[in-house]
């Protein structure tokens, strides 16, 4: 067992380090808006290093902008890569400042890597006999690894000498730059020699020594055991030139021209007044109150968690053996099929992906499946693999013969991540998957909503400390990209088994911390998973549009932008770019000298459409500029968009819907998002009546009538709220009512639209100053609605007082159903971000519960349907609190009934849950 180095020179991989909580941290942001997880992820693993590793040796690098010499001497190097995402660059420059206050050296050198600076550093402390200590997650270092350097990764905590490189890849370190050579880096985009794999190599290596020595022994390939041995001669003599050029591009440089000597590469005292400055802007309070309390010992410093909520679940320790890809299995052979079948009839649950030639569900098809019955075991069954030396598959058809019995099946418990795309693919190939016990990506977003990311390779890092092989890693990035099917098995079965053993894995992970509380397993059981095959059924149905009636629209918008601008330039004096905000900036701030509400991160006048909403009230450019916005917008996204996405085969368009995004619990869409149509302009309107009924077929929408009102009765338990909805008044004219004590008869339009802003302003926990603006009043007369509809409604301001106590106590709250929506900012030092955390919390259980509620229609619903009426009803869309059906003309009277009866029953509030129904040819008709 390896063990950490005495006074090492601790060398940090700063862009491994930035990559890794990247795609690790949760979405944090400062005060500003701007993206600060990958900044405190990396201090964080910085700050944690230093508590675990005693030395005042030290050094942060990084990977400079530009070229380096590996593009010279390879064009395509690297040339896969996507640029870094806007959201990480803008924190780079942040990060280097915090590093340097901290007093650590930090080296960024042109015209090479970070690895080559890391590799000059320790092999020139390696020939004084100094111990290092190089922190990283990247392979590649283990090149560098002697009896004087050593690594560490400290997201998994492996420090790795010279036998630990041996235990991980069978080779020494002296061979890593050969094994490099021969497998060659997706990512990187070193060529390698094609078909050779992490276990051809290891046996090339093992059996013959690095690349010359198995270039001059290429006559006993052949007698080497491994498969395609007995070609493999001939493939590497094709590709000797690329092996050697990809040994070139893998070996790290040693010899770097550095600025710095060993000697100063030493822990400086920190910056304490540039840190409290830097930690303020990045609202990392905890290390803002070290500082600011005088500090705190260094022997005190914890690794820190990524959220700043309270922990709210219980932790529990699952005990998992290490990862080992070499444990996977490929099958192809149905001998093996038929005992790996057999396998996963006798276990308790099995992990299951697909693995697939694309990412649309109504058109990918079909490559491989990959199982996993327990931690390192797990298989990969290719079946339409499709490049050059591909070996014999089984079958398509007949795998999917075999597996539909046990798919269907409730009897066999399947978990997957994601399994809603899982099961799009296989409903093509006509099988209903059934069954599904677990899907590690709700599971993790009914954990907790707000910790991070829930895609698989985030979840790996956050739960289980593994980072998992990237789909880019072995099939490229941009225009080369392979697909799946083009890539060859030594790369694409560990990746898909892997897939399948991690899922595995974070089920046995998230599922104890779940079952910790009744509620969240509740959650999870009854309400998430059941909800799974309902979308992947209205996904697959899709809907019905008249392309024409949209394209007639396109063009009545475009003639009514070129309105717009020729408005926009009249009131500017002058004609300018409407979509650029460094024009717009110009005509608004300085030449019309209009009011600065607000500015950018970078110090500039801001143009973002809350600017330009409270100027549109006193100027009208702004007005202007918003409806060019609005319309230019409805336009680009969906009369110009939604023809081009019919579906060839089904002539309709297929929106996919997501589980696991929003905070609260509610269903988004995307490709095409269909809850931001707005349905209050007459623009919006005409696109709904794009959404047609197919003939003899009517369109049905049925919604929750004030929802979230109705909840806020329930929850409050405030007499006033609950008499008035018990009786069926209009709620807004009986909060006028109360609000301005007078009989409901006299209620005038405009106070019922004052009491409406006031109903839903509050549960929104609008202030004064904002129901102000709304309304166009004075705060004081606004702050005396608010103070008379308290008093009316005592229950209401008890129920949004104790909210934030309980909030603010326990760092989250809750749904009617048990649903936990976290609130790390509800004990922020900054004002502005605990408001608004707050805010949150007086509307998230009252979002999140409409959200459960309509889920919970859903369910039932599509059950009923399912049982009884499948060939007279499709329900084809979920937008917001409103369902979307397709009913047979004939049914229309007998099945409504019985569609918002189901609605109403989803849950037992103390008022009435109505469901109000619309029928018509097309959506707005319905609505």
Sequence with gaps: MAT????????????????????????????????????????????????????DKIAVIFDAKGKTFRDEIYADYKANRPPMPDDLRCQVEPLHRIIRAMGLPLLAIEGVEADDVIGTLATQASAQGQAVLISTGDKDMAQLVNEHVTLINTMTNVIMDPQGVVDKFE?????????LALMG???????????VGEKTAKALLQGLGGLDSIYAQLDQIATLNFRGARTMAK??????EGAYLSYLLATIKTDVALPLSLDELVLSPANNAELVELYQQQNFKRWLDELQNGGVDTQTIAAETAATATVTTETVTVDLPPLDRSCYETILNQADFEAWLEKLKQAPYFAFDTETDGLDYMSANLVGVSFAIAPNEAAYVPVTHSYLDAPAQLERDWVLAQLKPLLESTEYGKVGQNLKFDSNILRRYDIELRGIVGDTMLASYVLNSVAGRHDMDSLALRYLNHQTMSFE??????????????????????????????????????????????????????????LVPVLARMEHHGVLIDPAMLNAQSKVLAQRLLELEAEAHELAGEAFNLSSPKQLQAILFEKMQL???????????????????????????????????????????????????????????????????????????????LQNIP??????????????????????????????LRIMAHLSQDEGLIRAFSEGRDIHAATAAEVFAMPLEQVTSEQRRRAKAINFGLIYGMSAFGLAKQLGIGRGEAQQYMDLYFERYPGVLTYMEETRQQASAQGYVETLFGRRLHLPDIQSRNGMRRKAAERAAINAPMQGTAADIIKRAMIAVDHWIQANAAEQVTMVMQV????????????????????????????QLDVPLIAEAGTGDNWDQAH
Aim: charged share 25%; glycine share 6%; with cysteine.
């Design 679 to 708: 349905i209050r302009n007459e623009e919006g309107r005409k696109i709904r009546q794009a959404f047609i009924a197919p003939k003899g077929r009517k369109v049905v929408a049925i919604d929750y009538s004030q929802i979230e």
């Design 595 to 673: 009011p600065v509400i607000k500015k950018t991160p970078s110090g500039t006048p801001s143009t973002n459409e809350e600017v330009l909403q409270e100027l549109a009230l006193d100027y009208p450019l702004p007005k202007c500029i918003l409806q060019y916005r609005s319309l230019s917008k409805l336009k680009s996204t969906y009369t110009d968009k939604l023809p081009k996405m019919i579906h060839p085969l089904t002539q309709r368009v297929h929106t996919s819907y997501h589980q696991a995004v929003t905070a609260t619990g509610r269903l988004s869409s995307s490709d095409p998002n």
């Design 235 to 240: 493939k590497l003599e094709e590709h000797r």
């Design 185 to 195: 880096d997706k990512v990187d985009n070193i060529p390698g020699v094609p078909g």
């Design 4 to 55: 950490l180095p005495d006074q090492p020179l601790v060398l940090i991989d700063g862009s491994s380090y930035l990559y890794r909580a990247y795609h690790a941290a949760p979405n944090f942001t400062n005060g500003q808006g701007e993206p600060t997880g990958a900044v405190y992820g990396v201090v964080n693993m910085i700050r944690s290093l230093q508590k675990q590793v005693k030395t």
């Design 171 to 179: 080779i020494g370190p002296e061979l890593i730059i050969d094994y």
């Design 473 to 530: 890693s072995i099939a490229g990035k941009g225009k080369g990209q392979l697909t799946f099917d083009q890539i060859d098995l030594e790369q694409a079965s560990p990746y898909a088994a892997e897939d399948a053993d991690v899922t595995l894995r974070l089920q046995e992970t998230l599922l104890p911390q779940i079952e910790t509380s009744e509620a969240l397993t509740r959650v999870l059981n009854d309400i998430e998973l059941p």
């Design 880 to 907: 917001h609190d409103e369902l979307v059906f397709e009913i047979a003309e004939s049914a229309v009277e007998s099945l409504v009934p019985q569609l918002q009866q189901l609605m109403e029953q989803a849950a």
